[in-house]
């Protein structure tokens, strides 16, 4: 899998009223890489995320995947997005389900992979459960599991646990940190969580708003995978506070 931006731009309306959301964004990612994008609210994070997505095409630059051109949608890039998005009238294992109905697969492999998917994402024992019977890092998880049946070779993250509370947000990192080092999968995270972006990336890019444009990438070193441990540790929490300084620049309005 190889993710490649090159010089992505995109802009709103026409003429005058144009305004420019996405600047020259380039960038690639490889298989098995965890790579966040970090940015306020506003910095043109979920164009991105649908630019990548194949939902909306850019004004200028290109997209490709494995060499191939982004033009649509596919199977292979999975989404989640911060809203819970799944269908209310469906069980957990109906939502996981339903993709996959759509690709016409055999029905034995659905149920197999929904079975397979809820085991991962630890909710084989809540499969029956409508949406409103489980909470939201819950549906989140569903969420998860209905992406990942796809098999995507990418899995896009767009504000997945912006909604949930702190302690649920927290368990939830830890959830999405352990499948990543299960798994291997690729995983590219769009968040404005400082936190969150230094806690499970491996690479960051710095996003400024208005408009969004790439000020800086970084590279973590994570040494242990013991996330709680590591949220409180002296090093971890300098460098979170150097970021949010970093960040705090970025928002101030031009003088
Ligand atoms: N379809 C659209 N038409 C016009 N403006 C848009 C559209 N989508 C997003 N924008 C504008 O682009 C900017 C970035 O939005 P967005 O990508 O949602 O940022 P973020 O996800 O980082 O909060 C905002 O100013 C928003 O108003
Ligand atoms: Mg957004």
Redesign the pocket.
């Known amino acids: 899998m190889e993710l490649c931006l090159d010089q992505v731009s995109k802009s ?2 026409e003429g005058r009223k144009a ?1 420019l ?1 996405l600047d020259r964004i380039s960038f690639t990612m490889q298989t098995g890489q965890f790579v966040a994008f970090l ?10 995320m649908r630019l990548v997505a194949g939902l909306d095409q850019p004004s200028s630059g290109s997209l490709s995947l494995n060499g191939q051109p982004i033009r649509k949608p596919s199977a292979e890039r999975g989404m989640v997005f911060q809203k819970y998005s799944l269908y209310p009238w469906l069980t957990a294992a109906q939502n996981v389900a339903f993709g996959l109905e759509l690709q016409r697969l055999d029905k034995q492999e659905i149920r197999d992979r929904t079975a397979f998917f809820l085991q991962v994402v630890g909710l084989s024992d809540w499969a029956a459960c409508l949406p409103r019977q489980l909470s939201g890092g819950m549906q989140q998880r569903v969420a998860i599991a209905r992406a990942l049946a796809a098999k995507p070779q990418l899995l896009l993250l ?2 997945p646990f912006g909604a949930l509370d702190l302690q649920i947000r927290e368990s939830m990192q830890e959830f999405l940190h352990d499948l990543w080092c299960r798994t291997g999968l690729s995983i590219l995270l ?1 968040t ?1 969580d400082i936190e969150e972006a230094l806690l499970l990336a491996q690479q960051i890019h710095i ?1 400024a708003p208005r408009p ?1 444009r790439i000020v800086r990438s970084l590279v973590v070193e994570h040494d242990g995978s013991d996330l709680a441990g590591l949220r409180l540790s002296r090093p971890f929490l300098n460098q979170r506070q150097a970021l949010a300084a970093e960040m705090r620049q970025l928002d101030r309005p031009l003088a």
């Open positions: 709103f309306g305004s959301v940015g306020s609210s506003g910095s043109g994070k979920s164009t991105l767009d504000e769009i404005h996003l969004g």
